[in-house]
């Protein structure tokens, strides 16, 4: 099955710096990688997603890169707002499982 | 409005007394999931379910029980509750797992066993 590990567990960040979030995956198949923000007493929301075709996406002040050789891909946040304060898991495919399996959590404190 | 919803919301109950909590989503999605969220472990699944009567475990499946009768709702039974399934636990639902869809969260229901 998929293997997904996330770094780092916590980050503080002054509000307008950037953010950046790690995961690692092990199933060289997998080829869908989403992003989900956690906002606290929240449900998970879908923030953005890249398949394994391109290497890059933007949507406004988020990106995701993604390094299949390496197998890892990264969420980027630029110019943080207080409102960014959530905690962010990424996912991967099990694609023995038809599942997603997620990462274990970042805990992204902006501080105004 | 296109939704997943959970209840109860919040649970508290004693060791053995079998529960259920409900799922249920209006977009006629086909797949169908339940996870249990707990500190420095993310998000773990349970069981899933593909379509009508089609389910299977997840990572953490010991201790629980699902159906999947109707497209729209996913129940997850706990036959005799221990506190280490003390959690909270979050239903989803997308179109296809196969098609790398959008996975929709519910409002989560936080259990207390005693």
């Known amino acids: 099955g998929e293997n997904v590990e996330q770094h780092p567990s916590t980050l503080s960040v002054q509000e307008g710096d950037s953010a950046v979030i790690k995961c690692t995956y092990s199933d060289s198949a997998s080829n869908y990688f989403p992003w989900y923000k956690q906002e606290l007493g929240k449900r998970p929301q879908l923030i953005i997603d890249?398949?394994?075709?391109?290497g890059e996406k933007k949507d406004q002040r988020i990106a995701v890169t993604l390094n299949k050789t390496a197998k890892h891909f990264s969420l980027h946040i630029t110019e943080t707002q207080p409102e960014d304060s959530a905690v962010y898991f990424c996912?991967?495919?099990?694609?023995?499982?038809?599942?997603?399996?997620f990462g274990s959590g970042t805990r992204l404190q902006v501080q105004p | 409005e296109a939704q997943v919803t959970q209840n109860p919301r919040y649970l508290i109950t004693v060791t053995g007394k079998k529960l259920t909590v409900t799922c249920s989503q209006n977009?006629?999605?086909?797949?169908m999931s339940w996870y249990r969220q707990d500190p420095g472990l993310g998000l773990r699944q349970i069981y899933y379910?593909?379509?009508?009567?089609?389910?299977d475990k997840g990572d953490v499946p010991e201790g629980y029980k699902v159906s999947r009768k109707e497209k729209r709702n996913f129940p997850l039974i706990l036959e005799s509750p221990s506190p280490n399934q003390t959690s909270l636990y979050f239903c989803?639902?997308?179109?296809?797992?196969?098609?790398?869809?959008?996975?929709?969260f519910g409002p989560g229901t936080r259990l207390l066993v005693l």
């Open positions: 977009m006629n999605h086909e797949y």
């Open positions: 989803a639902s997308s179109f296809s797992m196969t098609r790398r869809e959008t996975q929709y």
């Open positions: 379910s593909m379509n009508v009567e089609v389910t």
């Open positions: 996912a991967a495919p099990d694609t023995g499982r038809r599942a997603l399996t």
């Open positions: 890249i398949r394994s075709n391109v």
